[in-house]
């Protein structure tokens, strides 16, 4: 009988966690921010087929990062169990944080019961009445769930892209300027110390509009993103705060 | 390893690749929501249940044009007099029910879901021939309950996006009970009074037509349905009720305003106090 090695359970969790931690790490950077106009998804993406942000239902997003077949296999779902809930009950009824709780059950199940576990990160953004009662939701590998209203950043370098963003964050400001923070945010990291420059090539972007009845996903591309990347050239503080952010990150 | 084995992780059915289709999820997660698999027994229930009735589509320069009376029936009682039987079935495309009222309203709500679910899945829309293929393959599975009765049939038209030219877009697909699909070419008419809808469309449509002029043609084929069949509802000025009428264009499908339907049926009818036979 092959002799069976003991291994204490604070080693294997720590040992997945950090397994999972190392290859999120190495992903691209996803920002979401809510503002007056409604909760703005915006992901670094090379790929123009295979998406980071995604719709789930009328008033909810998705975003992640992470290993893509894992995070489609999640988005898959709850597509599933939003549209299953919406024909069970009323399409009123479907709403982010049911969604978020499943999602982070389903996680922690994984994290706890499979020899691997799911190298993701995700976020359910709700689309409120009103800025403050948008809901932005982050979930992790193991399961764990994160309110966090009014921004959020997932990825490799998320917490350097919070700083950007807790230092512009505005409820109230249109979906421009909340573009250009996110912008300011996604490429403040990886240009070691010198803010890079994104194109729409590599940008992803979607908004939950506040306004629109029904669905209110919808991505932003093409002649879209132009115009909305035209907008924060013409803004001159733009710039220095990306600078400023760089420095917070040198120090 | 199953997803019930880990409690709290949400079932295997849910994370399974392989299908964009709401309904065939349906079926491995709760398929006693689906209309066909209640289990019934032998004997016949057309009476037990709302019966809805005309619906008249037809194809226009711009698209289509549908439209349907507001009457659902129980034998002779008249069960609602502002019924809705034309609904939007997506951005582009639009259906209509006559037959067991509960269960096409049930259909109808299935399918919009169904075209949702996979544009959001897939990440685009199916094409117009899809969707109107899925729909046949929806009501072969209500098979067994339509030979007790409670038959469902559905008429679904659309606007082609991916039609080679404007000419060619308009397209209108009926079905019978058995989940048979037809092409049709110019108009078509389900329903109990569809033998005088498409009698009085024979008489008015002509190819090629515009939207306000197929609008008018519509409301007046319902007319005439309603003149001749009990259980399609005419035009109630009293009450203010009207047809719906929907178009689907390159614009999208939308519903024409009921003040507008309403300012054409009364023409229609002032018409029908001059002439009483058009």
Request: aromatic share 8%; glycine share 10%.
């Amino acid at each position: 009988m092959a002799m069976q090695f003991y291994t204490s359970p604070e080693q294997i969790m720590r040992d997945r966690a950090e397994f999972a931690r190392k290859n999120i790490s190495r992903g691209r950077n996803v920002v979401v921010v809510s503002c007056a106009d409604g909760v703005l998804l915006v992901a670094e993406n090379v790929s123009s087929a295979l998406h980071k942000v995604y719709e789930l239902y009328d008033r909810i997003g998705f975003a992640a990062v992470g290993k893509y077949n894992e995070f489609e296999n999640l988005r898959t779902a709850g597509v599933r169990m939003a549209d299953l809930r919406g024909y069970s009950y009323d399409r009123r009824d479907v709403n982010a944080a049911s969604l978020a709780k499943a999602y982070a059950q389903t996680l922690g199940a994984i994290f706890s019961e499979q020899t691997k576990p799911f190298e993701v990160e995700i976020c359910v953004a709700g689309v409120g009445a009103g800025p403050q009662e948008d809901e932005l939701y982050r979930l992790t590998f193991d399961g764990s769930i994160n309110d966090e209203p009014g921004y959020l950043a997932m990825g490799g370098d998320a917490d350097q892209l919070k700083e950007v963003l807790a230092d512009g964050h505005d409820f109230e400001a249109p979906l421009a300027d909340a573009f250009a923070l996110a912008l300011r945010a996604l490429s403040s990291s990886g240009g070691n110390g010198t803010p890079r420059e994104l194109t729409k090539e590599v940008l992803e972007v979607a908004v939950l509009e506040r306004a629109r009845p029904g669905r209110a996903f919808r991505r932003i591309e093409g002649l879209a993103l132009d115009a909305l990347l035209a907008t924060p050239a013409a803004e001159p503080e733009a710039e220095p705060a990306a600078d400023e952010a760089a420095e917070t990150d040198e120090s | 390893m199953t997803g019930q084995e880990f409690p709290g992780k949400l079932p295997n059915a849910f994370m399974t690749a392989g299908t964009s289709s709401f309904s065939e999820f349906l079926m491995q997660v709760a398929p006693e929501m689906l209309p066909g698999r209640r289990p019934l027994p032998p004997g016949d229930f057309a009476a037990v249940s709302a019966h809805a009735t005309t619906i008249v589509a037809l194809r226009t320069a711009e698209g289509v044009v549908m439209a349907g009376d507001r009457r659902a029936t129980m034998g002779n009682y008249i069960s609602s007099r502002d019924i809705e039987k034309v609904f939007p079935a997506d951005g582009y495309s639009l259906v209509g029910i006559a037959g067991t009222a509960g269960l096409g309203i049930e259909l109808v709500k299935l399918y919009q879901l169904e075209l949702e679910h996979y544009e959001k899945i897939e990440g685009a829309p199916l094409t117009l021939n899809g969707k109107a293929n899925r729909l046949a393959t929806m009501l072969r599975g209500n098979l067994g309950i339509a030979l007790q009765g409670l038959a469902v049939v559905p008429l679904f038209a659309g606007f082609d996006v991916d039609a080679a030219s404007l000419e060619e877009a308009g397209k209108i697909y009926s079905f019978d009970v058995v989940g048979g699909i037809y092409a049709e070419r110019d108009f078509d008419s389900i329903g109990s009074g569809s033998m005088f809808a498409k009698s009085s469309l024979k008489k008015r449509y002509r190819r090629d037509i515009g939207t306000e002029e197929a609008v008018k043609i519509a409301v007046e084929s319902l007319y005439d349905a309603a003149d001749d069949d009990s259980a399609t509802g005419g035009p109630d000025p009293t009450r203010d009720l009207y047809p719906v009428v929907m178009t689907a264009t390159a614009e999208g499908s939308k519903r024409i305003e009921e003040a507008v339907v309403a300012d054409v049926a009364r023409s229609v009818i002032a018409a029908r106090t001059e002439n009483p036979y058009g």
